[in-house]
């Protein structure tokens, strides 16, 4: 199993960035997907979730702003980010559920949001 979290940068307050996530070794359409961040100091937390059925759920910090997709022909989730704070500044990444819990994170992305 791998997932590759692609598509971070710098940018400034209000800004948008486009995250992706490659997925292989697995039947990428029978799992829900997790956009996940961590920043320094701080506990890794769920920005947002997407089901096999498409049905999406989102942290509260990130609600309006973020939104998560997925393509399962092109085994990808996509986190497109609008209206980036500097407190959305972390290390993103993606994860698979398996039953109530997420595996597999993979190499992240680093976002950071200048003010």
């Known amino acids: 199993v791998q997932l590759q979290a692609s598509g971070g940068g710098l940018v400034q307050t209000g800004g948008s960035l486009r995250l992706s996530c490659a997925a292989s070794?697995?039947?990428?359409?029978?799992?829900?997907m997790g956009w996940f961040r961590q920043a320094p100091g701080k506990q890794r937390e769920l920005v947002a979730a997407?089901?096999?059925?498409?049905?999406?759920n989102y942290a509260d910090s990130v609600k309006g702003r973020f939104t998560i997709s997925r393509d399962n022909a092109k085994k990808m989730v996509a986190l497109q980010m609008n209206s980036l704070k500097p407190e959305d500044t972390a290390v993103y990444y993606c994860?698979?559920?398996?039953?109530?819990?997420?595996?597999?994170w993979g190499q992240g992305t680093q976002v950071t949001v200048s003010s």
């Open positions: 994860a698979r559920k398996l039953g109530s819990a997420y595996y597999d």
């Open positions: 997407i089901s096999t059925g498409g049905s999406t």
């Open positions: 070794g697995f039947i990428f359409g029978n799992y829900a």
